[in-house]
């Protein structure tokens, strides 16, 4: 799907089939705020002015590039392979008359929400590692970007905020299966990172809304 245009895309996400589903959404917001970041990187790094910051940019944008956007486009695949696949067994479930294999085609339905589980939890755990490279580039990367830079910010918050929504969702759905356990650890420290990112960014939209 990522070969596709944005046209192309957005229309796979308006069929009304469930696939592509929230995931890929998220995971695509993501990729645009992060190139959107890369962009201002380079952009700060062909101003002389910004000289005494060169190091830290192109060090943030290195992990951008070799880290960050590689992982964010490994969660959009994986999403989409995930929801297909509990898709497809959803359908079998509900056409399937023999009560067994009905059963089995359950079981198949629920098991596939910990691998959907697992990548929305790394589409969070990817953004809230890129969060703050992006704050700092707000900080100290090129002035006339800082529009740039904040809605790159506002697009990674959004897409680490919808992959901690989903994965809150699907360990409701589980019932309280047995792998859900050992998530919760990990999503009790996403959302305080999240959290603390989101206060950091409203607090600085409402510090320039006071100062107009």
Known sequence: MLDLTGKEILSEFGKG???PGSGCVAA??????????ISVCKLTTSKERYSLVYAEIQDIRKQLE??????LEDVFQADEAAVKNMLRNRILRDKETDLVKKQEYKQLALDGLETATETMMNLCDVCLDIIPMALQVYKVGLRSAQGDTAVAISTLLSAASSG???SLINIKLAKGAAWTIA???DLEKY??????YQY????RLATMYNNI
């Open 17 to 19: 089939i469930g696939m």
């Open 28 to 37: 695509l917001a993501a990729l645009s705020g992060t190139q959107l970041l």
């Open 66 to 71: 070799a880290v960050c956007v590689p992982a």
């Open 164 to 166: 901690l929504y989903t």
């Open 183 to 185: 998530k919760r650890s």
């Open 191 to 196: 959302f305080g990172r999240l959290h603390e």
């Open 200 to 203: 950091i960014h409203s607090g």
